[in-house]
């Protein structure tokens, strides 16, 4: 199947309760992931931008569920990292039900992508999120990212550390990324348009 071409994209609304969410019935993708996990380099990969999606190295920046309209198809929503120590147990918690809520009440959603850093073991937070998608029986890839770091003969330990640490059945998607030779681009959209189309 032919990549999405992507020409028009834009951010209609960063929303922080559902009656902000945007009406209509395009089907959404939300992405998921520890604060700096490489959100905004995987979206802008997907959308053939380099900054559209701002990448921050302050973690903790995204405080919203942000629609990104993508050629009036579909949405990205990019949810607020989690993970981030600095962020008051509060807001944690505000962002946590704000998450939940999206997720499990959204109609419009169609999958999850959820990414962790593909240089290490997933965290304690990628492992709670990931049982909770499957908890709730959301339709999730795992993306994991910054792959360019580690060396191409490294990559097939990665990804079995990646599966035994979230318990992914074989069948279960995992896509390797790298936004800097875009490894994994083609594999996420490819899934993304199954879902979507």
Known sequence: MAVMDVHNVELTISAVAPKQYPSG????????GRSNVGKSSLTNTLINRRS?????SQPGKTQTLNFYQIEQQLYFVD???????????VEREKWGQMIETY?????????????VDGRHA????????HEWLNYYNIDTLVVATKMDKIAKSKWNKQEKIIRQSLEMSGTEPLVLFSAVSKTGKDAVWDWIEERTK
């Open 103 to 115: 997720l499990t009440s959204r109609d419009q959603l169609k999958g999850v992508i959820t990414l």
């Open 79 to 89: 949810v607020p990292g989690y993970g981030y120590a600095k962020v008051s147990k």
């Open 52 to 56: 559209f999606a701002r990448t921050s």
């Open 25 to 32: 019935n395009l089907p959404e993708i939300a992405l998921v």
């Open 122 to 129: 997933p965290t304690e937070d990628d492992i709670a999120m």
